[in-house]
Every structure is written in C-alpha cells, then in structure tokens.
C-alpha cells in the first residue's frame, strides 16, 4: 500500500512539474512581457480544445523550434473536401498563417480556436468541420481502452470466474454500480436494461477526465458539446424507454383538480427537459472549475517569483491535484446515479386506487 502512495504521489509530483515546463515554453515566457498575461493566454489554451499536441520547444540560437504533433484538419463545403495537417497553419517561426487551397483561404480564430473559411473574393466560405483535434483524439483513445480493458476482462472469465489483472479493480465498482446505483433505483425488473449504458457513461467520463489530469491530456469534459452528447443519450433513453404511467404523470396527473392539471403539465414537460440540462452543466461547470483553480493556483508560482511563494504554491496545487482524482470519479458517479434515477422513474409502475 505505501508503495502504490509513493508510486501515486511521484506520478502527480511528475505531472505538475510537467505542467510547469509547460506553461513556460507554450507561453514563450520573457521578461518583456508581464507573466500574468503571459500565464493568462497559456490557461486560456489550456482549456480550449485545438487542432494539434504541443509538447515543448528547444532553442536554436535566436530561433524557438517548436515539438509538437499535428492533427489532421478534415473540412467539407460546397468546394469538396480538403484534407491537409494543422500544421500548415505554422510557418517556421511558430507564426499563424492562413493556409491557401485554390481560391479557399483557412485561418484558425486566436480567441475561439476554431476554423474559419474565407474565399479569395473575400466572401465567407460557410463550411462543415471533421477535424480531429485534441479532443477527438483521447476519446477514442478512451474507447480503444474500455474495449481493450474490458473485452479482456469478460475473456478471462471465461476461463477463470476469478477476476485477474485490471478484473481485480474493476469488479468491485462493476458491481457497485450494479448493485448500489441500477438496482435500487430502476428496480430488480427493469435495471438490467440499463446496465449497459450507465457502465459505459460511467467509465467513459471517468477515464476522459483522468486523461485531462495528465500534462499532455485535454479537459475532454471542459467542452460543453461532450457533456451535451452525454445528456442527450440520457435524455433520449429516458424518453423512448418510459411506459404509459410516466408519462401519464407528465400530461394528466391522476389525482389533482383537472384546472391544476392543465397547469402542471407544461411545467412538468418542461422538467424533462430540465433535468438532462442540470445533468450537462454540472458535469461542464465542475470540470472546467477544478482546472481552473488548479492553473490558477500553478501560476502563482510565476506571479510570486520566490522560493517560499512558489513552494507553498507547488504544495497547494499537489493537494488539489490528489482532490481533483476524487472529483473525477465523483463526476463520474453523480452522472450516472442521476442517469439511473430518471430511468427509474420513466419505468416505474404506479398503482392507484
């Protein structure tokens, strides 16, 4: 045990340190420019999603050379399809440009880091973005994982009922979510329809967000459009899967005054939508807070420029690293709990006399 603590806190000491070689090459620190807003720009970019992986960059006399991995940029418009690398958005010296094909002119927006067409007339080109970017990229790392994990898992079962390997960690939270969030909450019935999806939703945003704690990682869960996904495969299996007493209760509550029916049943239409809303914001906003913090907390240690600022800085933000390990799974957790109790109540049998 006090190997697996030891082994965990050189992980975190790594990671922060990491972090830290980060902020300064990515921001291209120097004395000429105030490190607040130099620290600034790198937490800005740290909580976009973008079309490449920066690594670090070395100098070469004046001149920064830059390591870094480009991802394919996939557009489509009424032109066709361009393909090309996001790194034909850099020149040599680490400048933005425009890329140029034919008469089609791309350009990445400094604030919002997305893509924008301009035609050689310099009408605006409306077009459709494929790109991989950072994003895309760990969540299908993160699904190659579970189907690598857990295929290997459900094969050694086959062979062994003892779990071996990763089996040993993931059973017991396997059966946790079973036993303690789809079965209370669904009911002995109906829970093992369900079970697929709140296994998946669950360790899906728990992977993501360890994945976002990693120096190199992206805060997967900090784009509203993952989190509004996720609600929405919520939202739709709570909506075709509920029986006639769901929405019964929805349209024409039994046992109220028929005035107060037609009152409430636009207001508890309007809950359904409501809740999958609650389910994405909360998921968004506490990811994208805990980072928030913690970058804050890093950059400290540039705005204190002292041993004893910096020390005390470096402590906190490892502190809040170990807490952050635990929100990822609380995010996690939470998703999925409420995940269960609407699709509880959308099956529940009401009986009145």
């Known amino acids: 045990m006090k190997t697996k603590i030891k082994i965990t806190s050189l992980f975190f000491l790594l990671a922060l340190f990491t972090h830290t070689v980060f902020a300064v090459n990515d921001g291209g620190y120097t004395k000429e420019r105030d ?9 800005d970019h740290h909580l976009k999603d973008n079309h490449s992986f920066k690594i670090f960059y070395y100098k070469t006399g004046n001149k ?4 870094s ?13 361009d393909v090309f690398m996001s790194s034909k958005f850099y020149n040599e010296k ?10 089609r002119i791309y350009k990445i927006d400094k604030k919002s880091e997305k893509i924008k067409a301009t035609l050689a007339s310099g009408k605006e080109l409306k077009v459709i973005d494929f790109s991989i970017t950072k994003n895309v990229v760990l969540i299908l790392l993160c699904i190659f994982l579970m189907l690598f994990v857990f295929i290997k898992m459900a094969r050694s079962y086959s062979k062994n009922p003892i779990p071996s390997g990763a089996g040993r960690f993931l059973e017991p939270i396997v059966l946790y979510i079973r036993d303690d969030i789809a079965r209370p ?4 019935k109906h829970y093992k329809r369900y079970m697929g999806f709140l296994l998946t939703v669950f360790f899906f945003i728990w992977f993501v967000n360890l994945f976002g704690l990693t120096p190199v990682g992206s805060n997967v869960t900090n784009n509203i459009a993952v989190t ?14 509920a029986n006639k007493n769901y929405w019964g209760h929805i349209f024409w509550m039994p046992g109220v005054p028929t005035p107060m029916k037609l009152i409430l049943a636009p207001i508890e239409l309007l809950g359904t939508i409501i809740k999958p809303f609650s389910l994405m914001i909360r998921l968004y906003a506490n990811m994208t807070a805990g980072h928030v913090v913690l970058m804050s907390i890093l950059g400290l240690i540039f705005i204190f420029q002292s041993w004893l600022g910096g020390t005390l800085s470096f402590g906190l933000a490892f502190a809040l690293c170990l807490l952050e390990l635990l929100v990822c799974a609380l995010q996690a957790y939470i998703f999925t709990m409420l995940s269960a109790l609407y699709f509880g109540a959308a099956v529940e049998e009401h009986h009145h006399d």
């Open 94 to 103: 680490n400048k933005r440009v425009s890329h140029i094909i034919d008469d």
């Open 69 to 81: 991995f480009p991802l394919p940029v996939i557009i489509y418009s009424e032109h066709g399809l």
């Open 185 to 188: 909450n669904i009911g002995e």
């Open 228 to 241: 509004a996904s996720l609600a929405l495969l919520t939202y739709i299996i709570t909506t075709f899967t």
């Open 64 to 67: 920064k050379k830059y390591i």
């Open 35 to 43: 490190v607040r807003s130099e620290y600034k720009e790198f937490k």
